[in-house]
């Protein structure tokens, strides 16, 4: 078993940031994706705030390790699995390697249904 890989922090990414690239990579208006991106964080939140765990490709595996309510706060502690991506220098997008066929389509080759 080898040792977690330490990584440098980059800066925080804030929600007026998240809109933006939202915006770029969807191509949307921006009075468009903003509610979206707010309503998909909310939920996001109400989920962990009831101790689901979150299973949401590309972004991946969420677990719960633990909860601490503090007086002005409740901490969730959560362990995040991502698949391995392989990220292709000529446009910049992660794609999943072949051998991850669930993330890539959701069709069986053929010869592969069994």
Do not use: F, Q, Y
């Amino acid at each position: 078993m080898t040792a977690p890989t330490p990584m440098v922090s980059a800066p925080e990414l804030k929600k007026k940031d998240l809109i933006d690239r939202v915006v770029a990579a969807s191509g949307v208006k921006k009075r468009d994706a903003k509610p979206a991106v707010e309503a998909t964080l909310a939920v996001l939140g109400e989920a962990l705030s009831e101790g689901r765990d979150l299973n949401l490709p590309p972004l991946g595996k969420t677990k719960i390790n633990n909860v601490k309510d503090k007086a002005n706060a409740r901490v969730l502690n959560l362990r995040l699995r991502r698949p391995t991506r392989m990220i292709h220098e000529t446009d910049g997008k992660e794609t999943a390697p072949e051998s991850d066929k669930s993330t890539t389509s959701p069709l069986a080759d053929r010869g592969e249904d069994g």
